[in-house]
């Protein structure tokens, strides 16, 4: 038997590893898959959502890193995951997305002489002030293989002379998840419990840091908020790093309006049954921007680059340069309809999971 370990760090790696875990039972005679929570992102009542939400099993190993700077939380969770590898002895590690999780994990099996993966590789904004970017290039820079999401990656990763035969165009494990889990959003009781109807409201999320960290231009996201609540409602589950700065830079009056919903963070079925029922949604995230172009949800994303091209080139989203008059421009043009027809990407057909676990099967097993 070959054992293959998936390491998981924040929210958005449950979505990518919980598809490739349920593909693997294809593969129970000959290969044990075992999940590894870094506890980079850890909140119990969450997490526990998300094991319900996607069927996955609780990991075999919890981390419990918790929060720190980029430095205390990648070599703490090196220093950590060495110890697991040690213990168990995989013969494959399985890295997703690009939280510093990705990284520490990646350089820990490399060193180990481990195969390692990264699910969800070559992606890149261009932008090396996001903390992202960076540990996307260093992964990619010492994986063995990469599974691609969109046909960018193949670009960007020939450009950095990644072997052509390690990598491989599979499509996309998140929106594996999302079309799994569409069907349990008809059990979400989401909208009835905020007096909501479909296409009344628009969602919003935001919590980058060059959002939320500076205090004007947090104000100015939250006077953009006000303004589209003078037309729909708006439903925002708010980000912990978003209210605490909301909180320090003494901004709650913009958090009385009757027209805007604050929610904690929503589980993943409850987001999404929000999400498809939303006339638009406003964003800084990355995953949001798939997850929307999917099931053609307008997104408009406020950030000055994006990682995920193919979202805009023929998906739903709309990148938006984050300054006031853009925003309520491109806002003024959801609000008469101003929206085109998009397109769901190549491969983003909920089965790329199964092409990553059969290529892996073979890898392990020439």
Known sequence: MKKVISVVGARPNFMKVAPIHRAFADYSNTIIHKLVHTGQHYDAKMSDAFFNDLDMPHPAHFLNVGSGTHSEQTGTVMIEFEKICMLEKPDFV???????????????????????????????????????????????????????????????????????????????????????????????????????????????????????????????????????SQYRKVVFPIHPRTLKNIEKFNLQKYIKNNNIIFLEPQGYIDFLQLMRNSDFVLTDSGGIQEETTAIKIPCLTLRTTTERPITIEIGSNKLIFPEYNNIIKAIDDMLNNNRRESQIPELWDGRAAERITSIINKILNK
């Open 94 to 228: 399985i890295v997703v997305g690009d939280v510093n999780s990705t990284l520490a994990a990646s350089i820990t099996a490399v060193k180990l002489g481990i195969p390692v993966a990264h699910v969800e590789g070559g992606l890149r904004s261009g932008d090396r002030s996001m903390p992202e970017e960076i540990n996307r290039l260093a992964t990619d820079a010492i994986s063995n293989y990469c599974f691609l999401t969109e046909k960018s990656a193949i670009e960007n990763l020939t450009k950095e002379n990644f072997p052509k035969e390690n990598m491989f165009f599979v499509g996309n494990t998140m929106i594996d998840s999302q079309f799994y889990a569409l069907p349990k959003c008809d059990f979400s009781k989401v909208l009835e419990k905020n007096n909501l109807s479909p296409k009344d409201f628009v969602l919003i999320t935001t919590h980058r840091p060059s959002n939320v960290d500076d205090p004007v231009q947090l104000e100015m996201l939250l006077k953009v908020f006000d303004y589209i």
